[in-house]
């Protein structure tokens, strides 16, 4: 089984280590120092308790060096696909299947999902509908990441927390791809299940990125604190219902409530979000996968969405005056 995971910075550096570590035939495909650095002194991760391990990879920039493969797993940052999807077309091969460990709501979102907007594309994370026909919704399988990592310099990896690489069929079948895709994740020592209702579990993890990103962002709070204060929580809670309302148009079904679901934030501690690392080291923030895309569902299943619709316009201000949107 042949494996390439494009992308290969924390998430897919880490994924990538456990990985060579069970003997599996992975490869990577990464670029600039972060390249030149595991090309030449391999990859290392640091793991939670600070035991510390570097493997030999097999690492490319260019995909043709590699060829096609059986599993192309996609670590990258959503709005950081598009423009990259003819390059991985040399990994693509006719029985190839990719893998989506992508933040928020997925540009294959209503494949094979019964019911009137089956088959219904998202504008605001697959533009010209370039995923779509580029990678093909039939070769995708669904993956929620859980791990919580940071490239600390190039070619060194910091696993922070968490190994489950949830796993799920767009039809909700246990396929025989998804099951032989979570035998080797498990085989590596990570969590993998395969579950029936994986949008189920993209919305429970997209409810706090919705929220406590871009609040995050706009505020310079942590978590810990943005869940706390009465002022952000009640903002975060109003996108999150207008979220729960959508999504249940759809079909979800949460296993736990939105205060818990706060809570849960809360509990991580003084935590920066991603989006508000981003927008301090002036990268494009995921901005269009985490909000965007909810106020198109929004629209799409007629669920009026004021709150978001108000974070996501300071939010996008923030960017733009950034210079990162």
Partial sequence: M???I??????GGYLGVKLVQAGADVSLVARGPHLAA???K???LIEEGGEQVTVPVRVAENPTELGPQDYLIITLKAHSIPPVVDKMQPLIGENTTIVSGVNGVPWWYFHKLKGPFEGRRLAAVDPGDVQWDGLGPDRVLGCVVYPAAEVIEPGVIRHVEGNRFSLGEPDGSKSDRALALSKVLMAAGLKAPVRPRIRDEIWVKLWGNLSFNPI??????????????????????GMMVEAQHIAERLGVTFSIDVDRRIDGGAAVGAHRT???QD????RPMEIDALVTAVQELGRLTEIPTPTIDTVLALIRLRA??????
Avoid: N, Q
């Fill in 279 to 282: 927008l301090e080291a002036g």
């Fill in 216 to 237: 995050s962002a706009l505020t310079h709070a942590t978590l810990d604190v943005l869940c706390t204060d009465p002022g952000t929580r009640a903002v975060a809670r």
């Fill in 2 to 4: 042949k494996i390439c």
């Fill in 38 to 40: 595991m090309k030449e």
């Fill in 274 to 276: 991603s989006m508000w």
């Fill in 320 to 325: 733009r005056m950034a210079g990162v949107y």
């Fill in 6 to 11: 494009f992308g290969a910075g924390a998430i």
């Fill in 42 to 44: 391999g990859l290392t």
